[in-house]
């Protein structure tokens, strides 16, 4: 069977700087001409940066180094290092800084030679620093202050004032709850939208209901879960008897992280709901979602993915994965192809995709597709967008923590 493209535009006129396309896609131009696999997400933003593939990857060398990618976003400094030894907290603020929170280690010998340590430690956090470093353990305790001030001299001006030690451990729960509020959890919940082919309006696409190769991908991915009762990461679904967000849906662990998917045909259905605005309400506030593509079984059209077809101002990293109807049939054994579309300001992530993408299913797939699953949401947390998000968490917190003193 030939493959025809839907595609409202000449893919030879792509490389036209006329036609608005993301430039991150020119980087492999013949990716857009390849007739056995046309693109399967082609964004109307030009400025959405796009995977369709590298011809120079090879899909062994990634599963070889499959890791899950680590990020500052998921270190909690002062619970790790400071937390359960002894220290010292000082407050100060300003017009300018706002609250500051320091704390400072103190000095420490080494239990069986008692000898001290080389340097202690000092985290510094305020609205716009988040920092911890390093000053001579020689330094006498009554000089410590003094001595964070010269290695940080925009806080030289600020008038710590020493926090009283029956306030101090209020205060240092306080820390830790704002770490935890900041931080990447080990717990992930991912959106999955099926798309039909030829389907441009979401309204039509959280109207569609499960088919069988969605519930194949789905029982590939990861194991379904009966919600009632269920004691596990639940990402937001009712697990009470009433089961208001559905009955059931899929969940799966990999490198103890625990993702949970919000399936779109999973959650309830309102017929007099045009907008669907249930299934929306998830889906909306899933940071990256799965875009099953699945084309008309008795048609030989190839469509593609605009992400700006869905209305959403939260999810920043699109999946778009299609049964390829032509290996399947060729090989008896299910393939899929993938290609990814995320928001710029993203921060690359791992691992790369292959071109052509297109992958038979089996474990090495499900460890790939997972993985770059799990580094998509954590790139995307480094993006504009979620780093404000956390800088207005991160204020509140500060406020709250002086109104304790």
Same mark, same amino acid.
């Given at each position: 069977?030939?493959?025809?493209?839907?595609?409202?535009? &000449?893919?030879?006129?792509?490389?036209?700087?006329?036609?608005?396309?993301?430039?991150?896609?020119?980087? #492999?131009?013949?990716?857009?001409?390849?007739?056995?696999?046309?693109? =399967?997400? =082609?964004?109307?933003?030009?400025?959405?940066?796009? $995977?369709?593939?590298?011809? $120079?990857?090879?899909?062994?060398?990634?599963?070889?180094?499959?890791?899950?990618?680590?990020?500052?976003?998921?270190?909690?400094?002062?619970?790790?290092?400071?937390?359960?030894?002894?220290?010292?907290?000082?407050?100060?603020?300003?017009?300018?800084?706002?609250?500051?929170?320091?704390?400072?280690?103190?000095?420490? *010998?080494?239990?069986?030679?008692?000898?001290?340590?080389? %340097?202690?430690?000092?985290?510094?956090?305020?609205?716009?620093?988040?920092?911890?470093?390093?000053?001579?353990?020689?330094?006498?305790?009554?000089?410590?202050?003094?001595?964070?001030?010269? +290695?940080?001299?925009?806080?030289?001006?600020?008038?710590?004032? *020493?926090?009283?030690?029956?306030?101090?451990?209020?205060?240092?729960?306080?820390?830790?709850?704002?770490?935890?509020?900041?931080?990447? *959890?080990?717990?992930?919940?991912?959106?999955? !939208? !099926?798309?039909?082919?030829?389907?441009?309006?979401?309204?039509?696409?959280?109207? %569609?209901?499960?088919?069988?190769?969605?519930?194949?991908? /789905?029982?590939?991915?990861?194991?379904?879960?009966?919600?009632?009762?269920?004691?596990?990461?639940?990402?937001?679904? &009712?697990?009470?008897?009433?089961?208001?967000?559905?009955?059931?849906? #899929? #969940?799966?662990?990999?490198?103890?992280?625990?993702? /949970?998917?919000?399936?779109?045909?999973?959650?309830?259905?309102?017929?007099?709901? $045009?907008?669907?605005?249930?299934?929306?309400?998830?889906?909306?506030? &899933?940071?990256?979602?799965?875009?099953?593509?699945?084309? &008309?079984?008795?048609?030989?059209? $190839?469509?593609?993915?605009?992400?700006?077809? /869905?209305?959403?101002?939260?999810?920043?990293?699109?999946?778009?994965?299609?049964?390829?109807?032509?290996?399947?049939?060729?090989?008896?054994?299910?393939?899929?192809?993938?290609?990814? +579309?995320?928001?710029?300001?993203?921060?690359?992530?791992?691992?790369?995709?292959?071109?052509?993408?297109?992958?038979?299913?089996?474990?090495?797939?499900?460890?790939?597709?997972?993985?770059?699953?799990?580094?998509?949401?954590?790139? +995307?947390?480094?993006?504009?967008?979620?780093?404000?998000?956390?800088?207005?968490?991160?204020?509140?917190?500060?406020?709250?923590?002086?109104?304790?003193?």
């Amino acid at each position: 069977m030939e493959r025809r493209n839907s595609m409202k535009f &000449d893919l030879e006129k792509l490389l036209d700087e006329s036609i608005p396309i993301p430039k991150t896609i020119l980087e #492999y131009p013949e990716l857009l001409k390849d007739p056995m696999h046309p693109p =399967l997400v =082609l964004p109307s933003d030009q400025n959405m940066l796009v $995977e369709l593939g590298d011809p $120079e990857t090879r899909f062994d060398d990634q599963l070889s180094f499959l890791h899950i990618e680590k990020r500052d976003v998921e270190v909690l400094p002062f619970r790790d290092w400071f937390l359960n030894q002894p220290h010292v907290l000082y407050v100060a603020t300003d017009s300018v800084a706002g609250p500051v929170v320091l704390a400072i280690q103190r000095q420490k *010998k080494d239990k069986v030679t008692g000898a001290i340590a080389e %340097n202690c430690r000092v985290l510094v956090r305020s609205k716009d620093v988040d920092e911890w470093l390093f000053i001579p353990s020689q330094t006498k305790s009554g000089e410590l202050l003094d001595a964070f001030k010269k +290695a940080m001299p925009a806080f030289a001006s600020l008038k710590f004032s *020493k926090v009283k030690s029956q306030k101090a451990a209020s205060l240092a729960a306080k820390i830790v709850e704002m770490e935890e509020m900041m931080t990447i *959890k080990r717990t992930v919940k991912f959106g999955v !939208l !099926l798309c039909k082919g030829g389907q441009e309006d979401e309204n039509k696409m959280f109207q %569609n209901s499960m088919t069988p190769a969605l519930e194949e991908f /789905l029982e590939f991915m990861g194991t379904k879960i009966e919600l009632s009762g269920w004691t596990g990461f639940a990402g937001g679904l &009712d697990t009470s008897a009433e089961c208001r967000t559905g009955k059931s849906t #899929y #969940y799966t662990e990999i490198d103890e992280f625990k993702l /949970l998917f919000h399936v779109s045909t999973m959650l309830p259905y309102f017929p007099l709901d $045009e907008q669907q605005l249930e299934r929306k309400r998830h889906l909306g506030n &899933d940071i990256v979602c799965v875009i099953f593509l699945e084309e &008309d079984a008795n048609s030989d059209v $190839e469509h593609f993915f605009d992400p700006s077809w /869905l209305h959403t101002g939260f999810t920043h990293v699109f999946f778009v994965v299609s049964p390829d109807r032509e290996m399947t049939k060729k090989t008896g054994v299910t393939h899929y192809r993938l290609a990814v +579309a995320c928001h710029s300001g993203t921060t690359p992530f791992g691992p790369r995709i292959p071109a052509p993408a297109v992958f038979p299913k089996g474990p090495e797939l499900r460890s790939f597709f997972l993985t770059k699953l799990i580094n998509s949401e954590r790139a +995307a947390l480094t993006a504009p967008a979620f780093q404000a998000r956390l800088q207005k968490v991160k204020e509140t917190y500060l406020s709250t923590m002086f109104k304790l003193l």
